[in-house]
């Protein structure tokens, strides 16, 4: 039976404030804002590549989250999950984010606590929603952000995979919600569902206690769990507005691994989200070309690439721009044009 979606995704959409350009928040008067969210994130990068993706939140019923579920059916996503809190101290997540230049670095500065997300519940979503969708993608954020979200995507998780979804799993450590222990206990729960997983080296090292080369990393992922594909990205920062982007990704069936050259010296301008777009990538090419791991690579690398040239958490490429950036990236000689013109 065709599924409604390609991809949902569950996760807190968050208000994200910004000094104008390279200012400060200890001083600057104006603040831009945008919508961002490493789930929501994932769902934008998808739709514009093509899929027919859709969010799983908990937003305010107030203008604000009138602006976020705007802002969501901008990008032609779904907002059939999108639940509404009512209450009169109903909020959403804001965080702040302050672009670095070196040698001062990006500062990121969370208020997320006590959202209505928070108080999301399983049993706010109808049966019918997990057999709608392919793949169902989360992160380690939502199971860290207090003990509510982690039971309730927890649960969908198990719901998803017991209607036939493929899971999506990122691990995406943030120091500042959870330690290292209490992320791989809470984590090593939902891994016997896990069918794709993002984990970079760093984490797998520090958070999952691994060791050996990143080679020897992935393959016992599958070797201790029934995970199909994992892919893990490689970011080389030079600087805060410099980076070298590329990744690896494992196939445990085909028992290969995937690589290609890395983008070289990005001309960073926002890299928050990058990870994100970088997941976008990586599951269109697994889903639209039928788990062809050379594909989201190409597409991962790409698309995470671009995204740390645009501003604001999403991205705003589609697959006609990712497309000239891959064959671009793949040619080796020949005239290259300096601009689309």
Request: proline share 3%.
């Amino acid at each position: 039976m065709e599924k409604k979606f390609d991809l949902l995704t569950f996760g807190q959409a968050l208000l994200r404030l910004s000094p104008v350009r390279d200012d400060r928040l200890v001083r600057g008067d104006t603040l831009i804002r945008q919508v961002g969210g490493a789930e929501l994130n994932v769902a934008v990068g998808a739709s514009l590549l093509g899929l027919k993706t859709g969010v799983i939140t908990k937003l305010p019923s107030h203008e604000i989250g009138a602006y976020i579920k705007n802002t969501i059916r901008s990008y032609g996503i779904s907002d059939d999950y999108i639940i509404y809190d009512t209450g009169r101290d109903a909020r959403v997540g804001i965080y702040f984010y302050e672009h670095g230049a070196y040698p001062r670095k990006p500062n990121v500065i969370y208020d997320r606590k006590n959202s209505c997300f928070e108080r999301i519940s399983i049993n706010e979503f109808k049966g019918d929603m997990y057999k709608s969708t392919t793949c169902f993608h989360t992160t380690g954020i939502t199971l860290a952000l207090c003990e509510n979200s982690r039971e309730t995507a927890i649960e969908m998780i198990k719901k998803f995979k017991d209607n036939g979804s493929i899971i999506s799993f990122d691990v995406n450590f943030r120091a500042n919600l959870w330690t290292g222990d209490e992320a791989r206990v809470t984590i090593e729960r939902i891994l016997p569902y896990v069918d794709i997983f993002f984990c970079s080296e760093d984490t797998a090292r520090l958070t999952f206690d691994k060791r050996g080369d990143i080679k020897e990393i992935m393959k016992s992922f599958t070797d201790e769990y029934p995970i199909s594909i994992v892919a893990s990205t490689q970011r080389v920062v030079h600087s805060p507005k410099v980076h070298d982007f590329g990744s690896i990704i494992y196939n445990a069936y085909q028992n290969e691994y995937y690589t290609e050259e890395p983008y070289k010296s990005i001309d960073v301008v926002d890299r928050i989200g990058s990870g994100d777009a970088y997941i976008a990538g990586a599951l269109y090419g697994l889903l639209h070309y039928r788990l062809d791991c050379k594909q989201a690579i190409a597409y991962g690398n790409a698309y995470s690439a671009v995204k740390n040239t645009i501003p604001g958490d999403v991205p705003s490429s589609n697959l006609h721009d990712i497309d000239i950036i891959i064959a671009d990236h793949n040619m080796t000689e020949g005239y290259r044009s300096e601009m689309n013109r």
